[in-house]
């Protein structure tokens, strides 16, 4: 049945920015403000923007609503039919080019196929689909991820204790090491490149362009591609070949795509560790079996997607079943992580519950979406989830204990909001046996 569109009132519209929007900006869009990541944590802000949702959705049924912040249009997706019409209307009626996104993004990678609303999109998606073998189970140079991710691992095995500064450190040359190659294993000043003009993301178009600091990134990222023997992903794009269809591609830009992207994995990874150190059932399985350490990887994202929300713009006058319609360039908002969570429809829903990633019920739903759905669907999830499995599965050789306060454990709802950053985790001493 369609469902009608409604407009919220300026309270409303008021309530949703306080509890929803403005929590979100301040942990940082494009990357985590730590202390704000922490106070959100602290208060559960989640939940909160979640009973708002719930709220709506009591007062005005399932169908979209209008709300009116300033100068900005928003359509706030609250049922499962809505998000299907619109993730699988991307590139049609619906753009990801999303306003807010282009701010955000185009401070460091202003050709990136996200962001690209024009003609360029097609060959853009097809030249990223082919460097990263997307759908391919397994990319074709997985061997030497493999190996890269072996050998980070080691420092990894022997601590007794875990941080996420440690942890991320790891991550970071595994992400320099499978994006560029090897011999970015140590180039930290590209990863700090990245990371000061993801900062100026955080501020959308408040926030100048710097172009010298761009420069830079893109002189080194070029210098990976043109070696001799590329290595990590810089050899796929080296062998994609240039065609008329991709013509424009510009794959540079999307390398720094890819290079910011991977940045949200340590946390989704470190969060299902911590998850499996609270539920030895789950960890005993998914330390012989790789699917179920990847399923628990995607289930961790599923509780706390780390892209906080999944922005579309209408690109033309759109009429929603119930007749009303709302104007070209107006944003459309999934809000994944309150439909990640619906205690309404997902019986699971603030536990975890990693089969539900095997047994077909995450796929057949839409409105499970840490990578997205549709003709923008993410086409590094499967780089992403060999990558992360890869590392756990070589630290799940002990036994972890949660030794900060965080309540990952069976025996209660989890948070809607997680610091990641604050958790810590030790290791047994004993080997694990088998
Ligand atoms: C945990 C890590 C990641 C998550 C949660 C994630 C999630 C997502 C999501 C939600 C989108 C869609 C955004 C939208 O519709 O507005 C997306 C798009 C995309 N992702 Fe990822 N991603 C991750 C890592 C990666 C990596 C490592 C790569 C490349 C190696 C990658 C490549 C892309 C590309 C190229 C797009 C744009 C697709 C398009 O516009 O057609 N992502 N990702």
């Known amino acids: 049945m369609p469902y009608a569109l409604t407009q919220a009132s300026r309270s409303e519209a008021l309530r949703l920015c306080l509890l929803c929007t403005v929590p979100n900006l301040a942990q940082g869009p494009v990357i985590r403000r730590p ?72 401070h460091f990678e202003p050709n990136g196929v996200l962001i690209t609303a024009d003609g360029a999109r097609e060959g853009r998606r097809r030249f990223n689909e082919a460097a990263l073998d997307h759908p391919a189970a397994e990319h ?47 180039d930290e000043r590209i990863t700090e490149l990245r990371d000061k003009l993801r900062a100026d993301g955080n501020w959308f178009m408040l926030h100048r362009r710097r172009h010298r600091l761009r420069e830079e990134l893109f002189v080194r990222s070029r210098r990976y591609l043109d070696l001799p023997e590329p290595g990590g992903l810089a050899r796929a794009v080296r062998a994609t070949p240039a ?17 910011f992207a991977f940045d949200a994995a340590p946390i989704g990874a470190y969060l299902a560790l911590g998850l499996l150190a609270r539920h030895p059932r789950q960890a005993a399985r998914a330390r012989t079996d790789h699917a179920y350490l990847k399923a628990c990887v995607l289930e961790s994202q599923r509780l ?8 579309r713009d209408t690109t033309e006058e759109t009429r929603w079943p119930g007749g009303r319609t709302v104007p070209a360039g107006t944003a459309v908002i999934f809000y994944s992580s309150y439909f990640h969570r619906d205690a309404r429809h997902l019986p699971y829903a603030d536990r975890f519950e990693p089969e539900i990633w095997l047994d077909g019920r995450a796929d ?71």
């Open 140 to 186: 074709r140079f997985q061997d030497a991820f493999l190996a890269a991710i072996t050998e980070e691992a080691r420092p990894l095995r022997a601590y007794g204790d875990l941080t996420w500064k440690k942890f991320h450190e790891v991550y970071q040359r595994i992400v320099r090491r499978v994006v560029f190659g090897d011999t970015a294993r140590s």
């Open 304 to 311: 706390w997607p780390t892209s906080l929300a999944i922005l």
């Open 364 to 434: 057949a739903d839409w409105t499970i979406a840490p990578f997205s759905r549709g003709p923008a669907e993410c086409p590094g999830r499967n780089i992403v989830l060999f990558t992360s499995a890869t590392l756990l599965a070589e630290l799940l050789g002990r036994d972890w204990r949660v030794t900060s306060s965080h309540r990952l454990g069976p025996d209660r709802l989890l948070p809607r909001t997680v610091d990641h950053t604050s958790l810590r985790l030790a290791a047994d001493s004993r080997p694990v046996s088998g």
């Open 35 to 106: 202390l704000a990541v922490r106070l959100a944590a602290a208060v559960d802000s989640n939940a909160w923007a979640c009973r708002s949702l719930d709220r709506l959705r009591e007062k005005y049924g399932p169908g979209p609503v209008l709300v009116t912040l300033l100068w900005r249009k928003g359509l706030v997706l609250l049922s499962a039919e809505d998000v299907h019409r619109v993730l699988g209307g991307t590139g049609a009626a619906f753009t990801a080019a999303n306003k807010e996104k282009v701010a955000a993004l185009s």
């Open 243 to 259: 065609t008329p269809a991709t013509a424009g591609t510009d794959p540079v830009a999307q390398m720094q795509h890819w290079f």
